[in-house]
């Protein structure tokens, strides 16, 4: 990696400091505890297990414009990282920083990087040091969805059985939804009794749409234990339903039915962590809100080894690459899909977690396989087309050399018609006289 001082965003951010206040230059000071929050912060984000490449500074800004939210949780672990705190996913960081350094570093020169750098982090309030509590914001930490034995990563499956038993159907039904196909709660409840109805014969129900949140184009699924799930949702309680109803709907105190609200499910879910001992009190985070399951579904899809540009197109990422992915065969992106699967299924998974790794890798070999297929088949039409393309100007270049060649012998012949032959010289008459007398 290079200088982190030679990186545009580096720069970028120096010069926002600028020209947003009332200096002419950046303090060699200030510079300075830029650069080693920013050298630290790198640590932290390339410490993270099964990253593919080195993370640099234009690469976070990368991100940040693509997922807001990740940055935000991000720098929440990072604060509790830099204080020796264990952080499910990440390398331990050897020495422990004062809490105030680590705040510092994360809330105040991290965050101010990405500021400085046109990131808008929206109504997202820095914590008041004083008041923090670390109980506060690691519940996610102490609540992990994966764990690990030794490099294998699995599902913590008997945790979420335990927090779904607390839950009505209607309600697990909501967070299977949600923890397969990466989406906000506000889009999922946007979706019909129909919509479900209408893919009654595919084995995943497929999904595309906008997030409102955004306006980004994603094309996603429910896993097939989701898919099943919802189905007999709308058996059990929603058979009546017409196809233009909402999915999910809720009571209200006067016992009127209406459309869900994240509201509402947040509230339902922060009920359920309750049940089975987790702390909320004095803000306590809820491990189990529902932003954080997009969370999840990308940490699922990482663990995955899935391609960046098909993470996007789940889930709906601004990108440079999101059109090309999204303009994917249904068939190669439920492919990619598939291999993520069996780390956001929480009940329909029997198998062993060593079938798992060995599913795992099928499904890796079957996207290459579904890759180099589509990739034979588009050369086999472009060398068709350059084919057929290369006959018909073969056949030009001939019929033009036919036309040019009966032009030429054309233009010949008339050239040797008006050509006169010279008259005869008078030494010519005599020797032509005097050669017919010698043969008399």
């Known amino acids: 990696m290079e200088e982190i001082t030679e990186y545009e965003s580096f720069k970028t951010a120096l010069r926002n400091i600028v020209k947003n ?61 830099l204080q020796g705190e264990p952080v499910p996913g990440y390398k331990s960081r ?25 990131i808008v982090f929206g109504k997202w309030k820095t914590p008041n040091v004083a008041d923090m509590k670390k109980e506060a914001i690691e519940n996610d930490v102490t609540v992990p969805f994966f764990k690990r034995e030794g490099r294998k990563i699995f599902l913590n499956r008997g945790m979420l059985k335990q927090f779904l038993a607390n839950l009505k159907l209607r309600d697990q039904t909501v967070f299977l939804c949600m923890l397969s196909s990466s989406q906000d709660s506000i889009d999922l409840f946007r979706l019909t009794v129909g919509d479900v109805r ?110 960046r540009g098909y993470i996007n197109a789940f889930m709906g990422h601004r990108s440079s690459i999101s059109q090309e992915y999204l303009e994917k065969p249904l068939m190669i992106l439920e492919l990619e899909y598939s291999k993520a699967e069996h780390f956001l299924t929480v009940y329909g998974a029997q198998e062993t977690e060593s079938l798992e790794e ?46 040019r060649l009966d032009d030429f012998f054309a233009e010949y012949e008339n050239m040797t018609n008006e050509v006169a032959l010279p008259e005869p010289t008078r030494e010519e008459i005599l020797r032509a006289k005097e050669k017919l007398s010698r043969k008399e």
């Open 21 to 81: 206040s009332n200096r002419t230059r950046v303090s060699a000071h200030t510079q300075y505890n830029y650069r080693a929050a920013l050298k630290l912060y790198l640590q932290f984000v390339n410490s993270e297990e099964g990253l593919s490449k080195q993370i640099n500074p234009d690469d976070l800004i990368l991100e940040a414009q693509q997922d807001i939210e990740e940055v935000k949780d991000k720098i929440r672990l990072f604060f509790l990282w």
């Open 94 to 118: 050897r020495r422990k920083m004062r809490k105030t350094s680590a705040f510092t570093r994360a809330y105040a020169q991290i965050r101010g990087f990405y500021t400085n750098n046109n």
């Open 198 to 307: 209408k893919q009654r014969n595919r084995e995943r129900f497929y999904w595309e749409g906008q997030r409102s949140k955004t306006g980004v184009r994603f094309k996603t699924f429910f896993s097939l234990e989701a898919t099943d799930i919802v189905r007999r949702y709308i058996r059990q309680e929603r058979s009546d339903a017409k196809n233009d109803e909402p999915l999910f709907l809720t009571s209200t105190y006067s016992g009127e039915q209406r459309k869900m609200k994240s509201d509402n499910i947040s509230a339902v879910f922060r009920d359920g962590a309750r049940k089975i001992g987790v702390e909320l009190e004095d803000g306590y985070q809820n491990p189990f809100r529902p932003k954080r399951l997009r969370h999840v579904f990308r940490s699922a899809c990482s663990h995955a080894f899935i391609e």
């Open 358 to 403: 060995m599913r795992t890798e099928i499904n890796q070999w079957k996207g290459k396989y579904a890759d180099l297929k589509v990739k034979v088949e588009d050369l086999e039409l472009t060398l068709g087309a350059l084919s057929n393309k290369f006959e018909q100007r073969v056949k030009e270049i001939q019929q033009k050399f036919n036309e």
